[in-house]
Each structure stands twice: as structure tokens, then as C-alpha cells.
């Protein structure tokens, strides 16, 4: 496509990109056609299409309003246009920039202020999230339905009792995961020290939260930190990390690109990138089989989060795993699409989300299941907000049929 | 270049006589007008012409779509429908000076009628959507533009669309049974009906293809066809894209009608194959991709005759689908070779020419020869079965005068195709895109009757103005600068 981009930003690094990935971009429209936004707005703005040519326009020196910044908040980042993408086009990286230069051109509304700047003072953090949330569960049983379904019940982890293992790995604790389901990660142990795998926990946010808010500053800061502790653990025989939340494992993958120009960080980013491993991607599938007495009479349906499919292009990992391990898998319609859940959208675009969660809910119920397997937090918490039957993350649902 | 309708009547005045009208019959988050909004509508899937609208509307009911052509006819204002926006001939190309009608809304599959194989759709639905949803009755629609995943059945209609496998299925006018339009005095009318014959004039093939310059497509009645039995397709490869010509030329002579018959020449299939991952040779000059249907017995028999017959006539390597997935990949990459292109190109321009299959050999010798001398590359994907040419020529826009050159040559490719006895389009529509070879294509008789037609619709030329069909003296104005063999064409006429 052609491109007329401002002589000033076109000398930058982010202009050379922009103009590379713009110019990649011919305008087929392809990308309309799984967008989960342009499917129910029907409007070329709220597609990867229209919001390429928003971003065009405004690095090309137009006038830029609430409207292009509306747009562009509009979209999921779930970058299912880029597995549609016969060309090629990193619309990701490219909405990247468009949000960044957007923030600097166009003010938000107090409203949006307070929200996004509450968000981002209290999901990064591990602890105060959860003593929101503790409070929250506290008053649980008086509060009204459609919050009730907002807060998940306080769950007791039975204690562990593991064995040591040569193999060692980390695992990410994650940010708002240790309270909204420790069962996550505690499943997760027991899965793989029936693997021979001995995991480490490592604490902290990978950095996503701070990076879709455009508060690409203080993003930097926590993936840094998060670069500079890993590299010292990685030195004690430690084999990599283990993401069980796959929106952590996509956003530890884009490290190298988020670095790209910083000479201190960008080998090491690569180090880490390279030593991220989705729960997915280190199960021995034939070892694993035989720990299981796997319960055939269970329908399950598969929701790959988009940061799975799209973002880490494993689009059948999760089917692989359950259907080598034996387990009934329901047919779904439209695997390609995105649950709404996205980060913080769910809160920053509350009626789009939940339309979008009807939707995918109503593709992943076609075949009757029992039971929704997943493997993220976000997708996990927020279709459950919305689901009649539970959804769960496929490794709980494995640690269940573990051999005693 | 600004695409601005000269016949319309209508005046800054009407324009803002429509808009206030406009926004008491629409919500607000159906009308787009501010610069920001509209620019992103400039283009479809054809880039190389833009035009801002002046507005766009994005209606969700019969009743607005009507509303707002009433309007619009009665200000005196053109209108142009888009659907998906993925035409490759700037049939939706906005006018600077008219409405554009955006039918995205309308995307809801209305009924499915197994018995009768056929579903009632709104325009909106994507072709793919389409055989999704009856898949389920072991049935689909036939026609599948390579774009099928995006593209709108209302565009399909309006461009009667082909598709790969529209060489033994027939274009879109063969597998539609009925429409329901908007005329340009916003009458809801309905032509065509269930059954297969309908008496008096042929109104539902005249509307197909008639490029939104009769009335508004807001209803179509597809027919389905049941899944065959088996399908397979064989990839071979040859080292000589004439060769593989003339091996599309035996195989068509044999009396076999393929399901598909395709062929990429190198670049595509690298293009593709970067893309896809389909196993295509990359090493190779040419490649057919053939696919059989039918039942068990019908398949393998000719599988094995078409493979015999690849084998004499050069073939050095061949393979042949096993499963439905193996097939459906074969067919990805070349459902997407286009796009793909962007992969070695920031631009590429897609012609759409027909010629009889014998000139196969000769026309892409000849379109070899050109691309030297204009010095552009040119990728080659064709539905060969039945002539369709897609010629990509390889340009980059931000190159000061790439764009005038490759138009120069697609249009020398057009008039080869004429020349050779075939047509300047297969299955793209003419848009604005080719509305210059349409007086080569054409004697003025002819064009006169177009007109007729046009006028007996909408006398005011309201709908799609400018595309399509040329004005008699734009022929003229354009024959002085084409002298062919020594004639002017349209001699009878004056010059301006």
C-alpha cells in the first residue's frame, strides 16, 4: 500500500517499522472477515483494515480525534487478522505504534483516566489485587448476582506433597492468578512432578497490563526487572519457565521485539523469549498418558486463547494434549475467535466484551459439552462469568485423573 | 484523481438537505462523515483509485436502506453500495460528490431450506459463511472467489463472481435463485423465485453482474449443491509454464471437466508457499492444481487418467491430496495467492482477462515480452480450465510514476486479451478499473444498449454512476490515443 508517512517520524525507528509493516499491507480485506469486532459492528473502523488505515492517516499527518483513539481502544489485540494475514502484515506491532502515537495526540476523558490509571495501580500487583479481591469474597454472600459471578469463591488447595527433580523449571505466579485460582499453578505441579519436572516459583507481572494501557514506561521497567532476575536464575540449572497463563507466555515471546533497541536488553530478551515455554509446549504427551485414568465420559470443548493461537501460533496444542491423553473433545464453531476477555477490555470495553463472550460461548456450546478447557486466567474468568457449564484450564482438569 | 459524478444535478444545497434528513432517519452510529471516518472508505480491494466519499451509511434495516435511496433520489444524489469492500475492479469506488451505502450490517443467514437446497441470505454474509452453515446438511454454494473467506454475497451478485471452481459449477449468475432489490425510487421488488424457470425477461441474470448501476441488493435466494462424495486434487509441477498451458489445453480436450483447474506460475509459488505452507515446488516453473469430484469410482478413475496424462505432457513432479485436509491446504495457497504477492511487493495490480485456451501458450509469451519492456515483474495465477487470467503486475506506488506504468501495461494485457478473441474480464467486474477497455471490447451499438438498460432502471443515473459501462464519448476522447491497425475506433462519432 502506499504510504505518505511525516518526513520527522519517518526518520525514527518506529516510523521505518510502521512504514514497512503498512506498506506490507494490500488491502484485501481478508483480515475483516475474522475480526471478532468487524463481525459485529460491521464497520471498516472496527476492523484490522480500517484501523491500519486510521493509523495511516494519522502518521501521514491528518487530523486525528476521539474517534481514531475509540477505534483503536476498540480492538482486542487478540491478532487473529494476523493468522488470516496472507500477506504477512504484523497488524500487532503496527497497533503498537498506532496506540502510543494516539496517546499523544488525543486526550481521554477524566473517566477514562481514573479507570485505566485504577487499573493499572492495582492489577500489576500481585498483593493488593488480592486483598481487593479477599474483600470482595468476604462480602460475597450478599452481594448481587451479577457481581457475585464476578468473584469466584475462596478455594482450598489440599497440601502437595512432591518429589525433587533434576529437572527444574520456574513458573510465572503471575499478577492477578495466585488469588483469582491458586488451583492453576497447584495443579500444574502436580502434573508435571508425575512428568519428572520440578518447578520454582517466580513472582511478579510480566509486563502485559502496563503495555496494552499504553503505559509503555513503566512496561519497560517491570520487563526488565523481570529480564535481570531471570537471567541470575537461569544460571543455577534451571531449564527455562513454564506459563500456564498463555496472555504471560506471549507477552515473555514479544520481549525480544519490545527491546529491539536497546543494546543492554535485547540479547537477553532474546535468552528469555527463547527459554519460554507455554504448559503446552513441555508436556510429554506419551508419559503423561500413562499417569491417567482418564474420565472418557466427559465432553469437553477447547477455547485456545487468541494468545495461544494468534500470538504464539499453537492453535492445537491444548486438542492435542486432551485427545492423545484419551479424552472426549466437542465439536466447536469458530476457533479463531476471541472470548472478549483481552487483558483489561473486559473492563474497559464492558458491552463489546460481553457480547463477544455470548458469541464464542455460544460456538463452544454447539456440541452439548460438559465442561470448557482453556489456558488463561482472563479467557478462564471471564466466560465463566458468563458460561453454564464450567470452564476451566485443561491442566486442573488433568491433575483430576492423575493416577494416585 | 478525484472520482466526482458529472451527471448528477445535485448541488451543495441538496447534499445538505440530504444530510439533515439523514441523520432524523439513522442513529448516529450509522453515519460517517468526518474526514477520519470516511478516508478509511477511500478504497475496496483495489488500491490503486481513491476517492473519499462525501458519506457513508452504515443502515441495519430494509426500511433505512429504502429511506435513504428515496432521499437520495429525490436530492438528486449518486450512490454507491459496497459490501465487504474486497472487489479487485473499484466497483465500489466512492464518489467525492455521493453517498456510499455500506451493507456490512446486513450479515444474518435468513433461512436454510435443505429440501429445496437453497438459503435465503442477506448481502452482508460472507461466501464462506455460507457453506459453514449448511454444512451441517452435507451441502454448500459453489461459486468461490479466492477472497470467499471475506467477500459479501451481494458483491459476488454484483460482480458475478467466479471463483476456482466455477469451471464445472458455473459463476455466481448459475447458482442464485432469487433477489429481492432496492430500485432507485426505493420500490422493494423481487425477481427471479424457487423454482428454476421464471417467465418473462431474465431480470435475475441481467441483475447479476450489473455492478450496483440497477437497484440495491438487500436479499438472495442461493442454490446449494450436496458435497460430492470424494474430491481430490493433484499438484504438478513443470519445469516450462508453456508446457503446463498446453497440459491444461489436453486435459480439457479429453472431455474431463476438472472441478478446478489452476495454474501458478514461479513467483506465485513462492508467494503462496511462504504463506501457506502447502508443499508447493518452489523450484518449479509452473504448477497445475487439477481437482476431481464425483463419486468414489468416478474419482479414481480419472485421478489416475489425469495423472497419465500430466506425466506425457511434462509433468516432473505430481501429487495427489489424500485427505480433505491435504486438499484444502493445496487450495489455500492458491486461494491466497494474491495477497500473499504482498509478501515480495508492497503493491500489485491484478488483471482479469479471458482468452480462449489454445492462446494460452501465445498470450503468456506475449505478457513475458511486456513485462520486459516495462520493466515490472509479473506474477501469474489463472484459472486455466477456463481461460480466466489473473496477471499480478508488481509495482510499488510510492515510486514516483510506478502506478501510470503498470496501468499502461495492464491495459496492453487487456486489449491482447480482446485481440486473442476473449474478453477484459473473466470474473472481476469492470469497475472503473477496465472502463476504458470496455470501448475496445464494444462497438458504440452495443454501449447504446447498456445505456438503455441503465436508463430504463434509473434514468437520473443515480446508482454506481461512472462504472461499468463508458460514456460513448469518453470511447471517442480514449480512440484518438488508440490507434489499432491504422483505424480509430468508433469512427462514426465526432471528436471533442
Keep these: ?404 | 484523481m478525484r472520482y466526482h459524478c458529472r451527471m448528477t444535478r445535485a448541488t451543495k444545497d441538496n447534499r445538505k438537505s440530504l444530510r439533515k434528513q439523514l441523520h432524523q432517519v439513522l442513529p448516529k452510529t450509522c453515519i460517517l462523515e468526518t474526514p477520519e471516518q470516511t478516508i478509511p472508505y477511500e478504497s475496496d480491494g483495489l488500491t490503486a483509485y481513491q476517492q473519499k466519499p462525501w458519506m457513508v451509511v452504515l443502515p441495519e434495516s430494509i426500511e433505512q436502506v429504502q429511506t435513504i435511496i428515496r432521499l437520495c433520489h429525490k436530492e438528486g444524489v449518486p450512490v454507491v453500495a459496497r459490501g465487504a469492500g474486497t472487489g479487485l475492479s473499484g466497483g465500489a469506488l466512492p464518489l467525492a460528490n455521493g453517498l456510499l451505502l455500506s451493507l456490512a450490517k446486513f450479515n444474518r443467514i435468513l433461512d436454510i431450506n435443505p429440501a429445496n437446497r437453497s438459503a435465503t441470505v442477506e448481502p452482508g454474509v460472507r461466501n464462506l459463511a455460507i457453506s459453514e452453515a449448511v454444512e451441517k446438511f452435507n451441502l454448500y454454494y459453489a461459486p468461490d472467489p479466492s477472497s470467499q473467506i471475506a467477500c459479501t454475497i451481494g458483491g459476488n451478485v454484483a460482480e458475478n463472481a467466479g471463483g476456482v471452481h466455477c469451471l464445472k459449477y458455473g459463476l455466481t449468475v448459475h447458482n442464485i435463485l432469487q433477489l429481492k432489490i432496492i430500485t432507485i425510487d426505493g420500490e422493494l421488488i423481487t425477481i427471479g423465485s424457487q423454482a428454476l424457470d421464471t417467465p418473462g425477461y431474465d431480470l435475475l441474470a441481467l441483475m447479476t453482474g450489473s455492478e450496483g448501476m440497477l437497484g440495491i441488493i438487500v436479499e438472495v435466494i442461493v442454490k446449494l449443491l450436496p458435497r460430492p462424495e470424494q474430491a481430490q486434487v493433484i499438484l504438478a509441477a513443470f519445469d516450462d509454464v508453456v508446457k503446463a498451458g498446453e497440459a491444461v489445453g489436453a486435459i480439457i480436450a479429453e472431455g474431463i471437466i476438472p472441478a478446478g483447474l489452476e495454474m501458478m506460475d514461479n513467483p506465485a509459488i513462492c508467494a503462496a508457499e511462504d504463506y501457506a505452507h502447502a508443499g508447493y515446488p518452489v523450484d518449479a516453473e509452473a504448477i497445475l492444481l487439477c481437482e476431481l469430484d464425483g463419486t468414489n469410482e468416478e474419482v479414481t478413475e480419472q485421478i489416475q487418467f489425469v495423472e497419465n496424462l500430466l506425466t506425457q505432457k511434462g509433468a516432473t513432479s505430481l501429487r495427489t491430496s489424500q485427505n480433505t485436509a491435504e486438499r484444502l491446504k493445496l487450495w489455500l495457497g492458491r486461494k491466497s495467492a494474491f495477497p500473499a504477492v504482498g509478501r515480495i511487493s508492497p503493491d500489485y495490480y491484478c488483471m482479469d482477462g479471458t482468452i480462449p485456451r489454445h492462446q494460452l501458450p501465445f498470450i503468456l509469451q506475449k505478457i513475458s515480452d511486456l513485462s520486459k519492456e516495462y520493466n515490472l515483474l509479473v506474477a501469474n495465477v489463472f484459472h486455466a480450465g477456463d481461460g480466466n487470467l489473473h496477471p499480478l503486475i508488481l509495482y510499488d506506488a510510492n515510486i514516483e510514476g510506478e502506478l501510470e506504468r503498470t496501468e499502461e501495461f495492464g491495459g496492453k494485457i487487456l486489449e491482447l486479451c480482446v485481440k486473442a478473441g476473449g474478453t477484459i474480464t473473466g470474473e472481476h467486474g469492470v469497475g472503473k478499473e477496465k472502463i476504458d477497455q470496455m470501448c475496445v471490447q464494444f462497438k458504440s451499438l452495443e454501449l447504446q444498449i447498456f445505456h438503455d438498460i441503465k436508463h430504463s432502471f434509473d434514468p437520473q443515473e443515480l446508482l454506481n454512476p461512472g462504472k461499468a459501462v463508458p460514456t460513448l464519448h469518453r470511447c471517442a476522447e480514449l480512440g484518438g490515443m488508440h490507434v489499432h491497425d491504422g483505424l480509430l475506433p468508433h469512427p462514426e462519432l465526432e471528436r471533442f
Design chain 1, 1 to 404: 500500500m502506499q504510504t505518505k508517512i511525516k518526513h520527522d517520524f519517518l526518520q525514527s525507528e518506529k516510523g521505518q517499522l510502521a512504514d514497512k509493516i503498512l506498506r506490507s499491507c494490500v488491502h484485501c480485506g481478508f483480515c475483516t472477515a475474522t475480526c471478532p469486532t468487524y463481525q459485529i459492528l460491521g464497520d471498516e473502523l472496527d476492523g484490522p483494515r480500517g484501523r491500519i488505515y486510521l493509523i495511516k492517516q494519522m502518521l501521514e499527518g491528518h487530523t486525528v480525534t476521539k474517534e481514531t483513539l475509540n477505534h483503536l481502544d476498540r480492538c482486542l489485540t487478540c491478532r487473529a487478522c494476523e493468522t488470516t494475514c496472507p500477506s504477512g502484515v504484523e497488524y500487532g506491532h503496527l497497533l503498537e505504534i498506532g496506540r502510543s502515537e494516539v496517546e499523544k495526540r488525543v486526550k481521554r476523558s477524566l473517566l477514562q483516566k481514573v479507570l485505566r490509571k485504577t487499573l493499572l495501580l492495582i492489577l500489576p500487583f500481585p498483593k493488593r489485587f488480592a486483598v481487593l479481591l479477599q474483600t470482595g469474597q468476604l462480602f460475597r454472600p450478599v452481594l448481587p448476582g451479577i457481581l457475585k459471578k464476578q468473584i469466584p469463591a475462596k478455594t482450598r488447595l489440599t497440601k502437595l506433597s512432591l518429589k525433587n527433580h533434576k529437572t527444574k523449571m520456574l513458573i510465572l505466579d503471575g499478577c492477578a492468578q495466585p488469588a483469582l485460582a491458586p488451583e492453576i499453578n497447584h495443579a500444574t505441579r502436580k502434573v508435571l512432578d508425575a512428568l519428572d519436572i520440578e518447578l520454582v516459583s517466580f513472582s511478579g507481572c510480566c509486563g502485559a497490563i502496563n503495555q496494552h494501557l499504553s503505559d509503555e514506561e513503566k512496561a519497560l521497567v517491570i520487563i526488565k526487572n523481570n529480564i535481570d532476575r531471570l537471567i541470575a536464575e537461569f544460571d543455577n540449572d534451571i531449564e527455562g519457565i513454564v506459563m500456564t497463563a498463555s496472555g504471560c507466555g506471549a507477552m515473555f515471546k514479544e520481549y525480544p521485539h519490545l527491546l529491539r533497541n536497546d543494546e543492554h536488553y535485547k540479547n537477553k530478551a532474546e535468552i528469555i523469549a527463547n527459554k519460554t515455554f507455554d504448559l503446552t509446549e513441555i508436556i510429554n504427551t506419551e508419559k503423561l498418558k500413562n499417569k491417567l485414568n482418564v474420565n472418557k465420559n466427559l465432553n469437553i470443548a477447547v477455547h485456545t486463547p487468541c494468545t495461544l493461537q494468534h500470538a504464539q501460533k499453537l492453535p492445537l496444542n491444548i486438542e492435542n494434549i486432551l485427545s492423545s491423553c484419551g479424552y472426549q473433545l466437542s465439536t466447536i464453531k469458530d476457533k479463531h475467535l476471541c472470548c472478549g476477555s483481552a487483558g483489561t477490555y473486559s473492563i474497559t470495553q464492558p458491552e463489546l466484551s460481553a457480547q463477544l463472550r455470548e458469541q464464542r460461548l455460544s460456538g463452544l456450546m454447539v456440541g452439548q459439552p460438559d465442561m470448557i478447557a482453556t489456558a488463561n486466567i482472563g479467557c478462564l474468568h471471564h466466560m465463566n462469568a458468563g458460561s453454564t457449564v464450567p470452564v476451566r484450564h485443561w491442566v486442573e482438569i488433568v491433575a483430576e485423573n492423575l493416577k494416585p
